[in-house]
């Protein structure tokens, strides 16, 4: 047991370190981890099978393909667009409403969909204002992981979590909604102290950005129709999905298959455009990690925990809300979050009371994302884009306005979660 139990955590153990490094893919680091356990004979095939999270696995794969087409109609320009023109071309004002707007399309995207989207947009209105767009993407990736954590779908962490705990669409809005609602608050007071007033644009700039016309961002009018149907479709569903006893992903997967069937886009194109080396990492990340589960050191590392903080139910929600935030800021927080998952599970057979804890990892895990500028992929992703047009978002740069943006999303956590569950 001991050697397997050594092969299990050095397997895990250097496909972190792959991964942090970015020298090996990430799903390419995950799957052979997940082979190395099954030719070492610490896992069986049928062990694999049993840890990976199919529910996780076709909420991703379900959204993925549903915003594929939904995209295609060109809704998202068209909000963004319209947004500028509400803020009357100010530039504060456009930077506050692209946060808010940011943040609920992270809600309910993923949040490297939502950046993917709202980026383009948000560089070619800061090119018209003759403005560094740079402030203006560093805030949208904090209100990307900031949106992303209020909800069930919004945030990869969140799916996992709400899969292993049987958690419902309205739990993660009821326990998280509020604190998300003041850390977004908070964040939009704290930039506007940084940059509200220190704009300087050519105020002619402001007539062509009210010049834009919305209605052409629409690429599809009857897609356009139809992607709003559903969405409010697919909201209510993963609102009710608990009541109606149907799992999150038959609801994603669902919704992708009514839009793949009266969207008449190419099928082939869509299929082609889902992040398949993202499933294909979680996949194997779920057996990695499921190895761990095996051979009996979860169960110990659960052990150790519960006996430094002796059992203190408050004092171990604030213990991984901190070691959660701290650690995803600088470690991907998908392998973070799929290692205490089974971890919290364990510590729940013990008789511990262990809801408090699901709502702590997920605030630190996604909120920690906003530390650095590979805390989450949004982040990546976003400063890729904005690196691409000329606008180089250096990790420096973006840790003196991440970290400590970051540092007080927690405090802010740590006084809801107390005076909620102490």
Known sequence: MISQQLIAV???IVVIVAIMSEKVHRAVAAVTGAVLLVLLKVLSIDDC????DFNTIGVLIGMMLFVA????SGIFEYIAIKSAKLAKGNPWKIMAYFMILTAVLSAFLDNVTTVLLVGPMTLAITRILKINPVPFLMTQILSSNIGGTATLIGDPPNI???SAANLSFMDFIVNLGPIIVIVLAATICCFYIIYGKHFIFDKSAIKDVMKLDEQKAIKDLSLMRKSITLIILVAVGFVL???????SCIIALTAASIMLLIGKQDVDEIIAGVEWPTIVFFTGLFVVVGGMVKVG???TLAQLLMNATEGHMVLTMLLILWVSAILSSILDNIPFVATMIPLILTMEQSGLNVMPFWWAISLGACLGGNGTLI????NVVLSGISNKHGYPITFAQ????GYPMMILSMLLSTIYLVVRFA
Do not use: P
């Open 10 to 12: 050095t397997i895990f």
């Open 49 to 52: 099978i049993s840890y990976i």
């Open 69 to 72: 087409v939904v995209k295609n």
């Open 160 to 162: 996992m979590i709400g």
């Open 241 to 247: 999905h608990s009541t109606l006893q149907v799992e």
């Open 297 to 299: 050191v979860i169960d």
């Open 375 to 378: 805390g989450a992929s949004a």
């Open 398 to 401: 973006y840790l003196k306005v």
